[in-house]
């Protein structure tokens, strides 16, 4: 008779920046290529999308093949993407420059393609970038009881002379202080990691009332084998009460210190009953 192991399974969420961004703009697109809706073949079966792959081909059509950092193997090419495509969710502009170069025809593709595969989370990045205060010391808000206060930090590089064993030398240092700034970008990044935790937390509570082992990493789960589906439900309803409750709009709002902020919608459609149907948010 075989023994049970005890060996978790785990699973990601396909694009949780994506996910987030796309269910607080109420677009569609961006909800189906990232798994939060469904969508299905031909054939009338659940199809698991890759929004990776499709941003990836999205670009293609917009660069000179023979002019290109893209790379000609497909899976190289997809893998050369996602790292912006997973960065620029979190407010990261440097990254798309480190992989496509400043001011090219491959960045300025990338770009488009993102504006046409996701564009509710491309105009809510910039709705919250614009958020910024230099004159604030933190950035703050409360969901849930839950109290954000994030120092606006800045970065300083320098050296300081001094005098070892009677040799003048300049060591260098790295500090980080709290200074406002005139512009930033850590607005997007902390509140969508925000956002993760709330999803993640979610999960976590359901698992522990049900006495379920879980265990995680940023938006991946680790659980039992037998808690699989139960998993991928609760990420469901977890995902349905993000989008319903209009949990980052409830952010910004606090954020901007106006109560009536509303995120634009790129669709008035309803699709709570659609996140309720997904297949494979998680995977």
């Known amino acids: 008779m075989s023994k049970a192991s005890g060996m978790i399974i785990y699973f990601d969420a396909t694009s949780s920046g ?10 569609k697109s961006s909800m189906v290529a990232t798994n939060v809706m469904p969508s299905y073949d031909s054939a009338g079966k ?5 929004s990776y792959l499709e941003i990836t081909e999205e670009m293609l059509k917009y660069v000179d093949l023979s002019d ?8 190289e090419r997809r893998k050369q993407v996602k790292g912006p495509c997973m960065t620029v969710n979190y407010g990261s502009v440097q990254e798309p420059k480190n992989v496509f170069g400043e001011d090219t025809t ?3 593709a990338f770009y488009q393609a993102l504006n046409t595969i996701t564009p509710g989370p491309m105009a809510l990045m910039e709705l919250m970038q614009s958020l910024w205060d230099p004159k604030k010391d933190y950035l703050e808000w409360e969901i849930d009881g839950v109290h954000a206060k994030i120092a606006i930090l800045d970065k300083f590089i320098g050296k300081v002379k001094m005098t ?3 040799k003048d030398v300049s060591v260098p240092f790295q500090s980080i202080i ?10 997007a990044a902390n509140v969508t990691h925000f956002c993760d935790s709330w999803i993640k937390d979610y999960v976590v509570k359901e698992f522990k009332r049900k006495g379920h082992p879980i265990t995680t990493i940023h938006d991946a789960f680790g659980v039992h084998p037998n808690d699989a589906v139960f998993l991928m439900d609760v990420y469901k309803y977890a995902m349905h009460e993000f989008y319903y409750q209009k949990i980052l709009q409830n952010i910004l709002r606090q954020l ?3 109560p009536t902020l509303e995120i634009p919608q790129m669709s008035s459609a309803k699709y709570s009953d659609d996140i309720l149907d997904g297949k494979y948010a998680l995977s």
């Open 68 to 75: 290109t950092v893209l790379k000609p193997d497909p899976k």
């Open 164 to 166: 070892i064993n009677g």
């Open 106 to 108: 491959d960045l300025a």
């Open 18 to 27: 994506t996910q987030i961004l796309g269910m607080a703009s109420n677009c």
């Open 178 to 187: 709290r200074q406002p700034k005139d512009k930033g970008l850590s607005i």
């Open 46 to 50: 659940a199809r698991r999308r890759d």
């Open 256 to 258: 901007s210190g106006d």
